[in-house]
C-alpha cells in the first residue's frame, strides 16, 4: 500500500491547498503540477509537487502541496509559509522524519529531506528567489531564517 493511499490533508490547511492535493491525485498530476488548473504556466510560477510527510507527534502521514525547483536531480524547497513566523508543519514533520514520499507530476518516489545551510543554502535560495520574487518579500515578512530544503530521492 502507497503512503498517500493512506495519508491525510491536514485540516489546517486553506481550502485552496485542499483543492490543490485532490485535483493532483486525482488527475495523476496532470492539474497542479505546472499550474492549478491545468493551463499553460505562466511566468514566474513554480512547479509543485505533492509531499507525504509523517506527523511529528502523530505518526500519520499528511499531504501538502509544496512549489520546487531542480538542482542537480535534487528537489529544492522553500519552507516560507508565506512569511509567517513560524516553521510549516510540513517542514517541521520532516525535520522530525526526514524520510518522505512525493508525487511528481504522476510520479511517486521515496526521497530522504535534508535542510541545507551555508554557501549551499544562499546559492539555493537566490535560484528559487530569481525564479519566485514572492520569496524575498516572504524573508522581509518574518525574523526568522527560511529554511531551504532539498529533497534526494530514493534515499
Do not use: C
Not at 119 to 147: D, F, N
Amino acid at each position: 500500500m502507497d503512503i498517500f493511499d493512506s495519508a491525510r490533508v491536514a485540516e489546517s490547511l486553506p481550502d485552496f491547498s485542499k483543492d490543490h492535493i485532490r485535483r493532483y491525485i486525482e488527475s495523476g498530476g496532470k492539474t497542479g503540477h505546472l499550474s492549478l488548473d491545468g493551463s499553460p504556466p505562466k511566468a514566474g510560477d513554480l512547479p509543485s509537487l505533492v509531499i507525504a510527510t509523517r506527523g511529528r507527534r502523530s505518526g500519520a502521514y499528511f499531504l501538502t502541496p509544496v512549489s520546487y525547483g531542480m538542482d542537480a536531480g535534487r528537489y529544492v524547497l522553500i519552507a516560507s509559509k508565506a512569511g509567517h513566523a513560524e516553521h510549516p508543519g510540513w517542514y517541521k514533520n520532516l525535520s522530525a522524519h526526514p524520510g518522505v514520499r512525493i508525487q511528481v507530476g504522476g510520479e511517486r518516489l521515496d526521497a530522504t529531506a535534508v535542510t541545507v545551510t551555508g554557501a549551499e543554502r544562499l546559492r539555493l535560495w537566490h535560484m528559487m528567489e530569481q525564479r519566485q520574487p514572492l520569496y524575498r518579500e516572504y524573508q522581509a515578512k518574518t525574523q526568522r531564517e527560511i529554511p531551504v530544503v532539498v529533497l534526494l530521492p530514493g534515499k
